[in-house]
Structure formats: structure tokens, C-alpha cells
């Protein structure tokens, strides 16, 4: 590891650096073989996923209801009015706005819900200098905070522009931060964040899946991400693009489906689909 | 210990939860409805179930609150007995006051290398 | 112990307590410290459970299951069960744990303590609440005064509505007054003169094949928006139309706008009339036998065209072209288009309403055969409603009952319909005036008039005048601020009840408490019970049951077996349509279903005005008309402190500041840019907002967002700007009548 990290800054753990530093050779090894099946699973050895959405902008009504959803289950805090006039609100689910005259995007000139693309080969990856951010082996592109050092490289390399920045410590709205999930950490300042597809809450099926000796069913977890579940037309659905038959899959084969920036070649898993059923 | 009790008996999420749970003061007047053993402090328990209130667990074992451990993996799926990681549990003769969980990220990485366990991140990271 | 001056000493101590803690010397980044909960009996620490309960940030009655852990909820779902939202929930119920553990709650009783308005109040406890209470509103009693008393009602339906109106009854004022002025009365008025039934109408945009929006309540914030998400959902989804001075930033999925001149929308409905009769497409026999369609007679002898005639001569397509700013061929199009192809449907925004409007649009439902069919309109008056039987009156109260409403409405039997036509707009001159009579005691339930009705600083000195005030709001609010006793409610979240969405649906849906109560508030309809137990015996025997659990229970109407353990087993509890005799005999007609005779209207008279909506403001002057709409975090103001839903992203500017859009050729020719702080003026006041420069805004029209200002602000907010200028016949607020001009600043 870099010398230039001894540096600690207070939120670092002592205990967690001394640890980095023997796992993470292994681990960056692992993040520099984004994409590919050889690095260990969070799920048994054996089970290969790939994870990622679909969002049927055709039922869409742009109510927002899911970027709320995913600030809930996922304590991304709200600015409140001095901070609101200084930065941007953090919205893992975002609504990307074309501007007013623009050419739009390859979606339209309409605004459309934006999560992370979670890249099969992600940009912000290849250039984090910590090994903050990683391809899981399900597909999802992880975050850990605690290794995050705020270089922000990731945010600047990001085509989607999905990363934000914790400019300070977040304040749960009204400061009072009980109805904060306990399955998801809080990020202290200094480090960046985003869209992470509720994988707490993947760990958590796919983990009582093996507790009870079931399989988990594709109808199950269409609607498990935060967003998804809330959405009330049902325009987002989760699943695993590596089985065929699941609903994701054939809506991605849909002749109406499209990627956002797909000529970059970053392999998004969000497929969005446009123009009338 | 000396009774032979099994640690789910009072632990009852050790085997299909993440947490593993205290006792309920209800858990408690079980057998304790009844005065047991020797010690000053028993009859608490059979004056906070008579107050209507649960007793006051202090947790002593704390998690950072961005890790994420699961006592059902551990237990159900990877077979693992108590004391392997809450060392000298075995012989306690009194609840805990101290932390007696001692493993470090290090200790549980070898032990996923060794038994083809995951240690991407994620796995452990909220 | 060395003194290290404070902080010194604190680091000290600190450094030590880490120490003794067993080696922990730094603080846990990740750690969250949450404010205590008293630990539930039998429940383990980290145990997690989803309670089954029911949104109350809008009347829709959405089925909620709350996750809560360690005894405080932390996510929001959709109860998959409910017919009304299916699982999903909208943005609003997303952000609602927002509502319930604001730091800025209410925490008990408090009592005004200096002049009004100074923000001071003492903590007092319930009994001493209920005390206070009882001695004020029984000196109205003593003194024979009981009509006095006004409560302003924020709900329409439920328990506690209920309970207030038996309440008021039984005290003797017959000044129960909801925000029907401002909302829901036009429709209502409508459909009971009409069709002679007792309800407010749902839509069935899932099965519809063509809607027509008049206005954007059911896009942006209506309770109409989640059926409408369904029927996003199906495989095929109906046409959507949109007919209004502006679109929301959100209306991508309207097919079609037809930018609309404000106060504009019964013409053209009337046109749509006109068309329908004159090519002789719509289903007439629908008006056999409607009073007023056909030349008519008044009693005195004046004689009256009929509406067909009037229609005929008054509304073609090519009249009111200028009125609506809609081509002729398009409407004769448009008419054409929803014949075409049916079900078809009108669906009005109630909140930017008026009588007219609500009228023509039921008007061309039931032409159009698209009332009580699938893909329609649904008026369906057989949905649970809570009946708690008749009450005994005393002398004091009938005689109190007597007396005018304060509110200047004709008053008419029955209650409900009389609550239904009452008109809030009229209070602040009552008040101030003491005409007809001086109110001498104000009760605010679920209502912050001044600051969501138009009229702005003239509510507080109103409001000030009434010589005892209590809210029941669980936030201070700037109504709450001139009150003597705030009694807060629960939040929803904290409430056991039973809720009736209506408005086509025959469900039931419970509500009940996901936490313990946070702080030390009591429940609205707990605390009449006991205020109507403490005013004697004649009050207190019209209120029979033990507590609020009890008087629900015994007002579901109609009863059926059951109920309670399907609400508790499934959080919704739905009333089997076809079999089983019906109660009464409206219910049968009410019911959606497949029956040969389309629903016939009975009362069209006075429908059509031939005069053009009227503006408050000189034309030249105020070259503006403002157009008011409902943003996400509306709700009598309650809602404008959930930081999530005033930081969502199709929110322009700066989202905790007013805004006002304007059109790109308006904000071209002002020189207006994106974000310019400007002055708005109209005749009523002058407010700094800034601007949002957008398309899908009519020209000269500006956009005006209600409940985005900032809370208890010193500077009056953007709604102060409305005048309250009503439709004089029903007290019914003219939403779009206010003219105004606007100018950049500096």
C-alpha cells in the first residue's frame, strides 16, 4: 500500500488499515479483474449473478417516489435550507434532466429516474487508487466507505455522473436520526457515495435462501431494491441478467430497451425501455 | 454452563437470525420463576417481571456500525460452535461485563480463506 | 481535580471515561445515536417486525407495513394487500417517517403564556387541558351562546369527523366548517344535485382508453395519483389528455396538452357539450329527465332557455375559442376523440375546481355513458361510511342550532350535506366583522388557515380576534401560532383507527400505531370524547363509548361480521360487491357494475354561466393571471419540513425557497433568466420569490407553487398573494382569478 496513506485522517480505524493492508493485495487484485467470474463470491462458490434494472419509461409517471424510497432505506441524508443553497441534495436515485435546448439523451428530451449504471466495466473502478469501489462478483459495483480517501477520482471519471460527495457530516433530516435503517452504515464526511442496489438487501434474501435451503425465485426479487418495491406503476424491476428467463433478462432483450451512453462501452446493466408498448 | 444449557435457550437468534438475541424477561421467569441457585442478584429477574419490565441487557459485544455479521451463517451454514469466537464463554459463571469477542477483520478473513467463505466486502460492509 | 477550565476538564474526563471503557479510545464514525425508546415488553433488542397501518398525508388511504426495528420505524412499504395502492407507495408516504419523528413536534399540551403571536407557551397536562376546555366552552353553554362556537375540520370522512360533527351538534353550533370552499365542495354539490347520490367520485383510469385531465391534481398531487399509477402499470394504458394553463415538470407521460386560459375549463367542457349534442353522439336519454335541460318555468314566472339551449347558442366550439384558448376544430376533435374512443372519461382537479366545472364535467361523463362502468367515473355512495346514530339534543343545543351559520351558507338538512357547503372563505370578515354574531371560541383541526387559505395576514388578525383558539395541529404552525391551547394529535403513524378511502372503492383500511406515542400527545378523537364527558350530562351521554377504538367500531356502517380480524390479519378489510342485500337503496344504484340503464341525471338547472370567470386585478396593471397548484409537500403546510420532499430533483431553484414559473417567451420579453429573484405583486400582496423558467407554462400565466414556502416565516409567503374572491352563490373559491405582475429584481 502507499506510503502517502499514513497519513490517517480521524476517521480512519488503526485496526482497519493493519487489516487492509494484508487483504487488500488480494483484493485490489480482485478489483482489477472487474467483470470477470474469478474472484470469491458473497454468494457459495458455484452461484454466479448478475444484477441490474430495468425501467419501463412507458409507465413511469416521474413521480419521484422512488428517489425518496432509496433516501429512506439507505439514510442518504437531506441538506435542509443553508446547506441546500451552497450544494446539491445527494440522490443515489436521481432524475436525469436534459437541459432546455439540448440535444437530450438517447432516452428523450423528458426527464427519467437515474440509479447507478452498475458498469460491468466501470470506469470509477479502474481508477480508484484505494480499492474503495469494486465489481462484486453478483455485478453490483460495491462501495466501502471506510476506505474511501475522498480523492473524488471516481466522481470525475463517472459518465453517468452517479457519485456524490459527502462535503460535510450529514445531518439526518431534523437531526433526528431514528428512523435511519440499521442495515445500512451512515457515511461520515470525506467520503463518496452511491447507488449500491440495496445489496443489503440482496445479502439479506440470498442469505435466508441458504438459511431455509430455498431457492430464490426470480418473481421474488423483482421488486427488491428499495426503488423497485415502492415504484406504484411496477416501472422498475430488479433481477439477474445471467438467467434467461428471468423478467429483467427478457426485458433487456426487449427491442425497446436502450442504454444510456452505451457507445462508451462501460457495460451498463440499467436498461431503460421507450416507445409505446 | 453448569446446567447444561445450550446458548440458543437464552440466545434464540444464534441459529436463523443475524442478531442473537438476549432473553425476554419472560424468556427468563421460565425457570426462574422460582428462586435458583445462590446468587445476591437472582430475585431481579422476578421483580422486573413483576414490574411489567424487560430487563436491561447491556450489550457488551459491539459491532462498528458498518460491519455486518450474521450469527445464522456462522452457526447454521458454517457449523460453528459458540466459543470459537466468544472465547472462555464456556467458562463464565456470570453474564459478561466485558467484551469477549476479540477477533480482529484479519482473524475472520483467514478463517473465510481457509473455509472458501466470501470475503468480498460486501459481504461484511454495509 | 485540576481545573482545566471547561473544555480542559471535559477532554479530561473524557479521555478517562474512554479508558475505563476497556481500551475504546476513539469514538465509532459508523455508530448512530439514536434517542432512546422505552423497551416494548417481550420484544428482543434488533427484533424486527412490519406493522399494517394506513397513510394519512393525503385522503387516498394507501395500505402501508412499516418496518420497525428496536421499536422505531424506519422504512415505508406498500402494503401488497390493499386495493387501493397494491403495494406501491407514492412520494409523500415515502418521506413520511420524516413527519413522525420531526424534531420540531409539539410535546404535549401547552398553554399561551404572554400576548398571542409571541411564540411562549407553558406545559400543561391533559387533565388540565381537558379542564381548561371544558370550563371555555361550557361558559358558552351557560350563557346560550353555543353556536360561538366554529371548528374548522380539515377531514371530510372517519371516526373523527364524525365525532366532531355529533360533537358540535350536540353543544349546539351549527358551525362545522370543512375546506370544501377550497376543494372538494363544487364536486360534491355537483354530484348531489345531480345525481341525487352522497359521494365523491373515483376514476377508472385503468380500464379507460382516453382521459381527459382538467387541471394536474391527479399528476401532481391528488389523491387520484395512485390509481392513476396503476393504470401506468397494465399492459395498455389510456390516452392521457391534459387540459390546463400549465404542466407540471412531470407530465411526460400526457399525450397531449391543450394549454388552457385559467378559469377557462367549464367552457370548454360546455363546448365539449355542445359538440356532443349537436352531432348527436353522446347518450342523451341520460337527461329525460333532468330539471333545466329543456326550456323550464320558475315559480314567480321567470322563464328559463333550458341548458340544451343555452349550450346550443352560447358555448360552439368557435364562441369560446378566445375564453378558452383552444381552436374550435380541436374541441369538435377532442369530442369526436372521446366518443371514439371509450370508456372515455373527464377527470376534474377538485382542488383547483369550481362549481361550473364540476358540473359540466359530470355532465359529459354521464352523455358519454362513462358513469358506473368500468374505465369511468365511479359514484358509488354504498362505501363503508361510519354512522353513530342519532343523538339527543338539549334545549340549549337545539336552540343554538337554530341560529345562522356564521359562515353565510343557506344551511340545509342533511349534516353531512350542510358540512359540505360550507364556506371557510367567508371567516375572516365574519370574525372581524362579529356578523352575524361574534365567535367566541375557534377550534383548528387538521386546518392552518392562515397560511393555506388565500387571504393571508387578514387570517391572523382574524384569528386573533376569536378571544379562545386551540389547535389540535401536532406542529406550530402559523394558524396554531395565535392560539391559547395547543392540544397536539398523534402523528399517523401513532393512531389507532379505521379509514374509508370512498371515492368508488369499498374498503376499509386500518390504521394502527407502528410506534409507541413519542411524546405526550393524545389522539383528536380521544380527546372529544373526554371534553364532551366533561361538559355535563347531556353532552356526555350523546358520546357513549369507552374510548376512540370503541365509538369506530360502533359507527362501521353497514355492519358485517368479521371485520375487525380481517383488518388485523390483512391491514384491509373489502366489502364483497354482488352478493348480500345492500342496506338501503341507493346502494344498489351506486354500485359499478353492468347494468343495462345508464345513470340518469336528475338536476342540470343554473349549470352554465354565460358570463367569463371574473379576475381580481386591472388587466393592465396585472397583465398575469396566477395559477395556483398543490406541490408534493402541500397539506395545510404540515408537510414543508419534510427536507426529502422539498429537495427532489424536478423541483427547480433552490428548493427551499418560493418559486413562481413563468413562461420562456413571457420570461424573453422581461428578461428574465433561470433562478432571477423576482417580485411578484398582485393586488392582495407583494412577494419576493424566485423565478423558474420553463416550457409547458401557457403565456401570461404564472405558475404558482402552494406549500413551498418556509415555515413561520416573518416574511409572508407566496399564498398571500390569492385573492379569496369566491363564486358568490356557493362560497366555492375561484382558483385562477387573481391577476398579478412581475418584474425582475435588481
Known amino acids: 500500500m502507499s506510503k502517502k496513506r499514513s ?53 413511469c409517471l416521474r413521480c419521484q417516489a422512488c428517489v425518496v424510497a432509496c433516501a429512506a432505506e439507505n439514510n442518504v441524508p437531506a441538506l435542509g435550507p443553508e446547506r441546500a443553497a451552497l450544494t446539491q441534495p445527494i440522490h443515489w436515485m436521481d432524475m436525469l434532466i436534459p437541459a432546455a435546448g439540448s440535444a437530450g439523451s438517447e432516452l428523450g428530451h423528458d426527464p427519467v429516474p437515474l440509479p447507478c449504471m452498475h458498469c460491468d466495466r466501470p470506469e470509477c473502478v479502474k481508477v480508484c487508487p484505494v480499492g474503495a469501489t469494486y465489481v462484486a462478483d453478483d455485478g453490483v459495483v460495491a462501495q466501502i466507505w471506510d476506505r474511501c480517501i475522498g480523492c473524488r477520482y471516481c466522481m470525475a471519471v463517472c459518465p453517468y455522473g452517479r457519485r456524490y460527495f459527502n462535503w460535510t457530516l450529514p445531518v439526518w433530516p431534523g437531526a433526528n436520526p431514528s428512523s435511519a435503517n440499521p442495515d445500512v452504515a451512515m457515511r461520515p464526511a470525506g467520503v463518496v457515495e452511491k447507488c449500491t442496489l440495496c445489496q443489503h438487501r440482496i445479502r439479506a434474501v440470498f442469505e435466508r435462501a441458504r438459511i431455509d435451503d430455498e431457492p430464490v425465485v426470480d418473481e421474488a426479487i423483482q421488486r427488491l431494491p428499495a426503488c423497485a418495491a415502492t415504484c406504484p406503476a411496477r416501472a422498475i424491476t430488479f433481477g439477474d441478467l445471467s438467467d434467461p428467463t428471468s423478467a429483467l433478462s427478457k426485458l433487456a432483450r426487449d427491442p425497446r430497451a436502450v442504454q444510456l451512453l452505451a457507445r462508451l462501452g462501460t457495460g451498463p446493466k440499467v436498461f431503460y425501455l421507450r416507445g409505446r408498448r | 454452563m453448569e446446567a447444561d444449557m445450550k446458548c440458543v435457550t437464552c440466545h434464540p437468534g444464534a441459529e436463523d437470525q443475524p442478531l442473537a438475541q438476549f432473553p425476554t424477561v419472560a424468556d427468563c421467569m421460565d425457570c426462574h420463576g422460582k428462586a435458583r441457585g445462590n446468587h445476591p442478584d437472582e430475585p431481579k429477574v422476578r421483580q422486573y417481571a413483576e414490574r411489567g419490565q424487560e430487563v436491561p441487557w447491556v450489550r457488551v459485544d459491539r459491532l462498528p456500525g458498518h460491519v455486518y455479521f450474521s450469527h445464522a451463517t456462522h452457526v447454521t451454514l458454517a457449523k460453528m460452535k459458540c466459543e470459537e469466537c466468544h472465547q472462555g464463554i464456556l467458562s463464565a459463571t456470570l453474564a459478561l461485563t466485558l467484551p469477549d469477542v476479540h477477533q480482529t477483520m484479519e482473524d475472520c478473513m483467514r478463517c473465510h480463506r481457509e473455509r472458501n467463505a466470501s470475503n468480498q466486502c460486501k459481504a461484511c460492509h454495509k | ?160 369527523h364524525a365525532l366532531w360533527a355529533r360533537f358540535l351538534e350536540v353543544f349546539g353550533s351549527p358551525n362545522h366548517i370543512g375546506h370544501c370552499a377550497t376543494g372538494f365542495g363544487a364536486m360534491a354539490r355537483a354530484v348531489r344535485s345531480m345525481t341525487r347520490k352522497g359521494c365523491l367520485p373515483g376514476y377508472d383510469f385503468e380500464h379507460s382508453r382516453c382521459v381527459l385531465l382538467v387541471g394536474t391534481g391527479a399528476l401532481e398531487s391528488s389523491s387520484h395519483f395512485i390509481r392513476l399509477a396503476w393504470a401506468m402499470a397494465g399492459e395498455t394504458r389510456p390516452r392521457l389528455l391534459c387540459a390546463s394553463p400549465r404542466l407540471p415538470a412531470m407530465a411526460v407521460l400526457v399525450d397531449e396538452w391543450l394549454s388552457l386560459v385559467p378559469g377557462g375549463s367549464a367552457s370548454l367542457l360546455l363546448g365539449l357539450l355542445h359538440v356532443l349534442l349537436r352531432e348527436q353522439l353522446g347518450d342523451e336519454s341520460v337527461l329525460d329527465v333532468a330539471s333545466g335541460f329543456v326550456p323550464w318555468k320558475e315559480r314567480n314566472g321567470k322563464t328559463h332557455p333550458g341548458l340544451r339551449a343555452q349550450v346550443m347558442t352560447e358555448f360552439t366550439p368557435e364562441k369560446i375559442e378566445a375564453r378558452t384558448g383552444i381552436p374550435a376544430a380541436k374541441i369538435a376533435e377532442l369530442a369526436r376523440e372521446l366518443v371514439a374512443t371509450r370508456p372515455s372519461m373527464v377527470v376534474v382537479d377538485e382542488s383547483m375546481g369550481d362549481d361550473e366545472t364540476a358540473s359540466a364535467a359530470l355532465l359529459v361523463n354521464a352523455l358519454l355513458g362513462s358513469i358506473n362502468v368500468p374505465g369511468g367515473m365511479l359514484l358509488d355512495p354504498g362505501s363503508p361510511r361510519v354512522d353513530l346514530g342519532e343523538a339527543l339534543l338539549d334545549g340549549t343545543a337545539r336552540s343554538g342550532l337554530r341560529a345562522p351559520p356564521i359562515d353565510g351558507r343557506e344551511g340545509c338538512e342533511p349534516r353531512q350535506l350542510d358540512f359540505e357547503t360550507s364556506r371557510i372563505l367567508a371567516l375572516p370578515e365574519a370574525f372581524l366583522s362579529s356578523k352575524p354574531y361574534p365567535a367566541k371560541a375557534l377550534l383548528l383541526s387538521y386546518s392552518n388557515p392562515a397560511y393555506s387559505k388565500p ?29 391559547d391551547l395547543l392540544l397536539p394529535d398523534h402523528t399517523f403513524f401513532e393512531r389507532w383507527d379505521v379509514v374509508m378511502p370512498g371515492r368508488g372503492s369499498r374498503v376499509l383500511s386500518l390504521r394502527q400505531p407502528v410506534v409507541r406515542p413519542l411524546v405526550d400527545t393524545q389522539q383528536t378523537g380521544e380527546v372529544i370524547l373526554r371534553i364532551a364527558r366533561a361538559l355535563g350530562e347531556s353532552m ?203 418584474r425582475k429584481l435588481a
Not at chain 3, 395502492?85 to 404535549?108: F, K, M, S, T, W
Not at chain 3, 393571508?456 to 401560532?481: K, M
Not at chain 3, 431553484?653 to 413562481?660: C, D, L, Q, S, T
Not at chain 3, 424566485?690 to 413551498?708: D, T
Open chain 3, 540 to 742: 356526555a351521554s350523546a358520546f357513549p363509548w369507552a374510548d376512540y377504538r370503541q365509538a369506530v367500531l360502533a359507527g362501521l356502517a353497514p355492519k358485517q361480521d368479521g371485520v375487525l380480524s380481517e383488518l388485523e390479519s390483512t391491514g384491509v378489510w373489502r366489502a364483497v360487491a354482488a352478493q348480500g342485500a345492500p342496506d338501503r337503496e341507493d346502494d344498489r344504484a351506486g354500485k359499478p357494475s353492468n347494468e343495462a340503464a345508464p345513470m340518469p341525471l336528475f338536476d342540470v338547472r343554473g349549470l352554465a354561466q354565460a358570463a367569463p370567470a371574473p379576475t381580481v386585478g386591472d388587466p393592465v396593471r396585472f397583465p398575469f393571471v396566477l395559477v395556483p397548484y398543490r406541490g408534493p409537500g402541500y397539506a395545510e403546510g404540515g408537510m414543508r419540513e419534510m427536507a426529502w420532499l422539498r429537495e427532489l430533483p424536478l423541483v427547480a431553484g433552490n428548493p427551499w425557497r418560493e418559486r413562481v414559473e413563468i413562461s420562456e417567451e413571457d420570461a424573453r420579453r422581461l428578461g428574465i433568466e433561470n433562478g432571477d429573484a423576482v417580485l411578484v405583486e398582485s393586488p392582495m400582496a407583494q412577494v419576493k420569490v424566485h423565478a423558474v423558467v420553463r416550457a409547458g407554462i401557457k403565456a401570461g400565466v404564472l405558475g404558482l407553487s402552494l406549500g413551498a414556502g418556509p415555515v413561520l416565516d416573518a416574511v409572508p409567503g407566496a399564498s398571500s398573494l390569492l385573492s379569496s374572491l369566491v363564486d358568490p352563490a356557493t362560497g366555492h373559491w375561484l382558483a385562477c382569478a387573481t391577476r398579478a405582475h412581475v
Open chain 3, 455 to 483: 387571504g393571508g395576514r387578514r387570517w391572523h388578525a382574524a384569528i386573533a380576534q376569536v378571544p379562545f383558539v386551540v389547535s389540535f395541529s401536532p406542529f406550530l404552525d402559523e394558524s396554531s401560532l395565535f392560539a
Open chain 3, 1 to 160: 481535580m485540576p481545573d482545566f477550565g471547561r473544555r480542559g476538564f471535559l477532554g479530561g474526563a473524557g479521555l478517562l471515561a474512554g479508558v475505563a471503557a476497556g481500551c475504546r479510545p476513539r469514538r465509532d464514525p459508523y455508530a448512530v445515536d439514536k434517542p432512546a425508546v422505552p423497551v416494548e415488553r417481550g420484544l428482543r433488542p434488533g427484533s424486527e417486525s412490519f406493522v399494517l397501518t394506513t397513510c394519512g398525508l393525503c385522503q387516498a388511504g394507501c395500505g402501508l407495513r412499516v418496518r420497525v426495528v428496536d421499536g422505531r420505524a424506519v422504512k415505508v412499504e406498500g402494503n401488497a394487500e390493499s386495493p387501493v395502492n397494491r403495494g406501491g407507495v407514492c412520494v409523500r408516504g415515502q418521506a413520511g417517517l420524516e413527519l413522525l419523528y420531526h424534531p420540531d413536534r409539539i410535546r404535549g399540551p401547552r398553554r399561551r403564556v404572554g400576548a398571542r403571536g409571541e411564540n411562549r407557551w407553558q406545559a400543561i397536562s391533559w387533565d388540565e387541558a381537558i379542564a381548561q376546555m371544558a370550563s371555555a366552552l361550557g361558559q358558552l353553554r351557560a350563557a346560550g351562546e353555543p353556536q360561538s362556537l366554529v371548528l374548522l375540520d380539515g377531514e371530510q370522512s372517519g371516526t373523527t
Open chain 1, 7 to 59: 497519513k490517517l485522517t480521524t476517521r480512519r480505524e488503526v485496526l482497519t488499515l493493519a487489516a487492509a493492508s494484508t487483504a487488500g493485495a488480494a483484493l485490489s487484485k480482485a478489483a482489477k479483474a472487474a467483470g470477470s467470474s474469478t474472484a470469491p463470491s458473497s454468494v457459495p462458490v458455484g452461484e454466479f449473478h448478475r444484477f441490474g434494472l430495468a425501467i419501463d419509461l412507458d409507465r
